[in-house]
């Protein structure tokens, strides 16, 4: 991901971002754990939950291995001098189809459990919901990955941290009263 | 604990609990869910979650913040465990008008348990709310997330219980269907769940404005109890009566 700063420091993005990209996976993934051990248990799951975290853990090695499969494409645009939109772009591409390839291994392997109870849908859409609310803080406070040009590379941004959902809202509300 | 049949530690027996294997109708009846040790555990994880509310003042700096984080963790369990206090003897008595056949420490036991899956499922819940608090300055991002986190956990809790009193019902009635003979007019325990959520609901909205503050608004001093003034329902309806004036003068 990283790789377009053209300083001196540069290669240090590659290494922060590839601290960061399993750093923010495994986090999320440790903040939601909890409640969704518990959630499953009181809804009378907990027999079924050796199968559902194998569905949960192999959704996310399927995630991890799309995206490291599709690094070097990433690569390659960067190599043929892709703006930092273009890095955008491509990162959000890419990142789009590992998502689209984990979820579905997530729903393969979730389906079995389906057929079993219908309560695992809930859990299903708690893990989904809680993971993806999570998981957009954690890379907004994680950030950057890519890197700006001209910005001296760091692993946090030199800003104290905000909120991504209340700088969004905060966007929208802004536009709305402009127009 | 003499009268208690299974002799496990007490994370084991709240791990049953949870799993709802101490909720049978036998089970309810024989008081496997005694109050002196699901009691402690309400406090305990009540002041978990409590000290993750607290997380917001600390992380704002404000001061006294640590002492509001002492504050928060005895005044969520005790909203909890107050607002049983005050409703208790009204839940009991509506409990044994509509013939749901439990004794008074078995209602007791009942809700107590529920209290603490309520609270457990908060706690659980808390790492999520603990990583947004360090992050977040908003007071209404962080009242709205406190919100949802602690209503999943109370629609999760309220199920738990509907649960039970079905299964407490469904064994009433195939031991009156038993002795009778033939099938006996069935009893409903719906009735009386919902007036127990409505009552606890009620209660509890206002002890928790008695309580407050809980998260710590930024702009206002942390103490242990604000003065009173008001109530929960007057509050909303000013709030609701004050938006609609503003909507009317906007047109």
């Given at each position: 991901?990283?790789?377009?700063?053209?300083?001196?420091?540069?290669?240090?993005y590659p290494v922060?971002?590839?601290?960061?990209?399993?750093?923010?996976?495994?986090?999320?993934?440790?903040?939601?754990?909890?409640?969704?051990?518990?959630?499953?248990?009181?809804?009378?799951?907990?027999?079924?939950?050796?199968?559902?975290?194998?569905?949960i853990v192999s959704s996310q090695a399927a995630f991890a291995a799309v995206l490291a499969?599709?690094?070097?494409?990433?690569?390659?645009?960067?190599?043929?001098?892709?703006?930092?939109?273009?890095?955008?772009?491509?990162?959000?591409?890419?990142?789009?189809?590992?998502?689209?390839?984990?979820?579905?291994?997530?729903?393969?392997?979730?389906?079995?459990?389906?057929?079993?109870s219908s309560r695992h849908a809930f859990m299903l859409a708690f893990w989904l919901v809680s993971y993806v609310f999570v998981g957009i803080?954690?890379?907004?406070?994680?950030?950057p990955f890519i890197g700006t040009p001209g910005v001296a590379p760091s692993f946090f941004r030199g800003e104290p941290f905000s909120n991504a959902y209340v700088v969004v809202w905060g966007l929208v509300t802004g536009a709305l009263g402009r127009s | 604990?003499?009268?208690?049949?299974?002799?496990?530690?007490?994370?084991?027996?709240?791990?049953?609990?949870?799993?709802?294997?101490?909720?049978?109708?036998?089970?309810?009846?024989?008081?496997?869910?005694?109050?002196?040790?699901?009691?402690?555990?309400?406090?305990?994880?009540?002041a978990t979650y409590g000290s993750f509310i607290a997380w917001y003042a600390i992380a704002g700096g404000a001061a006294n913040a640590w002492w509001h984080l002492l504050?928060?963790?005895?005044?969520?369990?005790?909203?909890?465990?107050?607002?049983?206090?005050?409703t208790f003897p009204s839940l009991y008595v509506f409990n044994a008008l509509m013939g749901c056949g439990l004794g008074f420490r078995?209602?007791?036991?009942?809700?107590?348990?529920?209290?603490?899956?309520?609270?457990?499922?908060?706690a659980s819940l808390g790492p999520i709310l603990a990583f947004f608090t360090v992050s977040t300055s908003s007071y209404t991002f962080i009242v709205l997330l406190n919100v949802a986190l602690l209503g999943l956990a109370g629609m999760v809790?309220?199920?738990?219980?509907?649960?039970?009193?079905?299964?407490?019902?469904?064994?009433?009635?195939?031991?009156?269907?038993?002795?009778?003979?033939?099938?006996?007019?069935?009893?409903?325990?719906t009735g009386m769940f919902f007036i127990w959520i409505i009552t606890y609901a009620l209660v509890g909205s206002q002890m928790g404005w008695l309580l407050r503050p809980f998260i710590g608004h930024p702009g206002q001093e942390l103490t242990f109890l604000r003065p009173r003034s008001g109530s929960f329902v007057e509050s909303v309806w000013n709030a609701t009566a004050g938006q609609a004036k503003l909507q009317s003068v906007g047109r």
């Open positions: 991901m990283g790789g377009l700063d053209p300083s001196a420091e540069r290669l240090l922060y971002s590839a601290l960061k990209m399993p750093l923010m996976i495994f986090a999320t993934s440790i903040m939601c754990l909890p409640g969704y051990f518990a959630l499953s248990t009181v809804l009378g799951l907990r027999n079924d939950l050796r199968a559902a975290l194998r569905a499969s599709l690094a070097p494409m990433t690569a390659f645009i960067y190599a043929n001098g892709a703006s930092h939109r273009a890095a955008l772009l491509t990162n959000g591409g890419m990142f789009c189809i590992a998502t689209l390839a984990a979820q579905s291994i997530l729903w393969r392997r979730y389906r079995p459990l389906l057929t079993r803080q954690m890379g907004w406070m994680l950030r | 604990m003499t009268n208690v049949p299974f002799r496990a530690g007490a994370i084991v027996a709240l791990d049953e609990l949870l799993r709802g294997k101490l909720t049978d109708a036998k089970q309810v009846r024989m008081g496997m869910t005694p109050v002196r040790l699901f009691g402690p555990w309400a406090l305990l994880l009540g504050y928060v963790m005895v005044k969520l369990p005790a909203l909890f465990l107050l607002t049983l206090f005050v078995a209602t007791l036991r009942l809700l107590v348990a529920t209290i603490v899956v309520n609270l457990a499922l908060a809790s309220i199920a738990f219980l509907l649960r039970t009193l079905m299964k407490l019902q469904e064994s009433e009635q195939t031991e009156l269907d038993a002795a009778h003979g033939e099938a006996a007019s069935r009893r409903s325990v």
